[in-house]
Structures are given as C-alpha cells and as structure tokens.
C-alpha cells in the first residue's frame, strides 16, 4: 500500500494554521478561475487501467478514510492526459463539508461542492515507492473529482457501508474488488491541469493536478455517512465528527491552469 503512514503521521485537522511551507509556490487546492484557463489541444484524454483485484482495504488515517490499493506492480495505472510516464493508483480518498454547502478543496470559478475525491498516483517510470515519488516534482498525479448532492451513486454504496466499521482514527478493514473507475464521471476528456501540492502536510509540491469538469452525484443520506466518521481514537474520551476536513485554497502564484476542452 502507499505508505499509509506518510499520510497518517503527517495529517492533521488543527494543520490548517500557519504552516510555513519553504518557498511554497506551487501550493495547492486553488480556485480555477475557468475563463482564465488556457486551452491546450496537446492534452489528450485519460487513460487508466484499473483491476479491481488490486483493492486491498479501508481505513480510517485521523483526518479522511483512504481506500488502498497494492501498487506492488503496474496493474492499476494512469497514463495519457497531461502525463508523459505511467502513473500507478495507490489510493484514493475524499474531502467534505459539515454541511452541502461546502466541503470541495478545489473550486470552479469560487464555487464550492459538497465533497471532492482524489485519487492519488504515482510515478512508477520514474521511481519504484510513493516514498519516492513524494518527493519529486513530477512523482505524484492526483485525479479531482467534484461530488453534487443528487442521486445515490450505486457503486459507493459498497464502499459506505464499509464506513461504519472504521468509524475510529486508526480503523482498518479488508476492503476488495472495488473498481475505482466507477467513481470516475462518464467524460474523462474534459478536465483542467495544473502543477500544485498535497493539501495536507508535508504539502509536498509533487502534484501533477487533473480535476474533471463533470462532477459525479451522490445521495444526501450517502455523504451523511461519510460525517459519521470519527476524526479521534475510540480511547479519546472526546469524539470529534470527521467533518470540513479540506485545506483552504492557496494563492495561484502566476501558475497557468490549462484545460483540455473549449
Ligand atoms: N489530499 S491529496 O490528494 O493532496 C494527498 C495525497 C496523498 F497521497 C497524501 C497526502 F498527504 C495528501
Ligand atoms: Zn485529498
């Protein structure tokens, strides 16, 4: 799996302060300001090869629920779009709100959504551990994908009915054969690219960020599950919903936003 424990030792909800950030200017989430976004023709769909028999489980890190995946060997993988190597998925995890009103990291033009999934990659042309790939401007590729409140998503359902069992920071449960390309919205031609960071500690400017313009929809009750997750231990004796659980957007620093589409 990804080391989960990068992720673990470094997230925090009390993070979101001052943290200084050596010479952070390629810091992400950012609001995508859609009309300054340059058309690049040279951007060509996505291409992931996803198996389902790479799913390996669930758990609960303290600050989102990740799903993970064995990416031991190239059988789950990203490539084309803004990318030149071949991206290996290793987890994929969400953002969201207290309420609907919030919750997405990135936005469209100041727009917030409810929630927002990532789906993370890394650069197994290039290195042979996440650990690695981290720390290297191009190592990572993380895949944005915008929740709407709307209809049940069907393919979630498998994977909200998991929460309960890890409802405490540190939960873990054998979690297989999810295909993560059902959370995927049906056009993955269009999205924006940018180079940006982790938005959680150690904010590490490795990303090479893909946020899709179609959102994916998701049911009221079903994200109400997600808010029932714990950010605290079971042996805390004060439990804290798993609630607003997004960095706040970051200055864009001249960086270009470009998109695949007119
Ligand atoms: N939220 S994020 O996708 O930027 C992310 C991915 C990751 F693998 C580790 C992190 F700490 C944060
Ligand atoms: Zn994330």
Same mark, same amino acid.
């Not at 200084?20 to 810091?27: F, M, S």
């Not at 994929?92 to 997405?104: D, V, Y």
């Not at 929740?147 to 920071?169: F, T």
């Given at each position: 799996?990804?080391?989960?424990?990068?992720?673990?030792?470094?997230?925090?909800?009390?993070?979101?302060?001052?943290?200084?950030?050596?010479?952070?200017?390629?810091?992400?989430?950012?609001?995508?300001?859609?009309?300054?976004?340059?058309?690049?023709?040279?951007?060509?769909? %996505?291409?992931?090869?996803?198996?389902? $028999?790479?799913? $390996?489980?669930?758990?609960?890190? +303290?600050?989102?629920?990740?799903?993970?995946?064995? !990416?031991?060997?190239?059988?789950?993988?990203? $490539?084309?779009?803004?990318l030149q190597d071949k991206?290996? %998925?290793?987890?994929?995890?969400?953002?969201?709100?207290?309420?609907?009103?919030?919750? &997405?990291?990135?936005?469209?033009?100041?727009?917030?959504?409810?929630?927002?999934?990532?789906?993370?990659?890394?650069n197994?042309d290039?290195?042979?551990?996440?650990? /690695?790939?981290?720390?290297?401007?191009?190592?990572?590729?993380?895949? +944005?994908?915008?929740? *709407?409140?709307? *209809?049940?998503?069907?393919?979630?359902?498998? %994977?909200?009915?998991?929460?309960?069992?890890?409802?405490?920071?540190? &939960?873990?449960?054998?979690?297989?054969?999810?295909?993560?390309?059902?959370?995927?919205?049906?056009?993955? /031609?269009?999205?924006?690219?940018?180079?940006?960071?982790?938005?959680?500690?150690?904010?590490? /400017?490795?990303?090479?960020?893909?946020?899709?313009?179609?959102?994916? /929809?998701? &049911?009221? !009750?079903? %994200?109400?599950?997600?808010?029932?997750?714990?950010?605290?231990?079971?042996?805390?004796?004060?439990? *804290?919903?798993?609630?607003?659980?997004?960095?706040?957007? $970051?200055?864009?620093?001249?960086?270009?936003?470009?998109? &695949?589409?007119?």
């Open positions: 799996a990804c080391s989960s424990k990068y992720v673990l030792s470094q997230m925090h909800p009390m993070w979101q302060g001052p943290l200084a950030v050596p010479g952070g200017d390629r810091q992400s989430p950012i609001d995508i300001v859609v009309r300054k976004s340059i058309f690049d023709s040279e951007l060509k769909p %996505l291409v992931t090869k996803y198996d389902p $028999q790479t799913c $390996q489980q669930i758990w609960n890190n +303290g600050y989102s629920f990740l799903v993970e995946y064995d !990416d031991t060997t190239d059988k789950s993988t990203l $490539q084309g779009g803004p991206f290996r %998925l290793c987890q994929f995890h969400f953002h969201w709100g207290e309420t609907n009103s919030w919750g &997405s990291e990135h936005t469209l033009d100041k727009r917030l959504f409810p929630a927002e999934l990532h789906l993370v990659h890394w197994s290039k290195y042979s551990l996440f650990e /690695e790939a981290v720390m290297e401007d191009n190592g990572l590729a993380v895949i +944005g994908v915008f929740l *709407k409140v709307g *209809k049940r998503h069907e393919g979630l359902q498998k %994977l909200v009915d998991a929460l309960p069992a890890i409802r405490h920071k540190g &939960s873990v449960v054998e979690f297989t054969r999810f295909d993560p390309g059902c959370l995927l919205p049906s056009n993955t /031609e269009d999205y924006w690219t940018y180079h940006g960071s982790l938005t959680t500690p150690p904010l590490t /400017e490795s990303v090479t960020w893909i946020i899709m313009k179609q959102h994916i /929809e998701v &049911s009221h !009750d079903q %994200l109400a599950v997600f808010r029932s997750l714990l950010f605290t231990s079971a042996e805390e004796d004060v439990q *804290k919903s798993m609630v607003n659980n997004f960095r706040v957007q $970051q200055p864009l620093r001249g960086r270009a936003v470009r998109s &695949s589409f007119t």
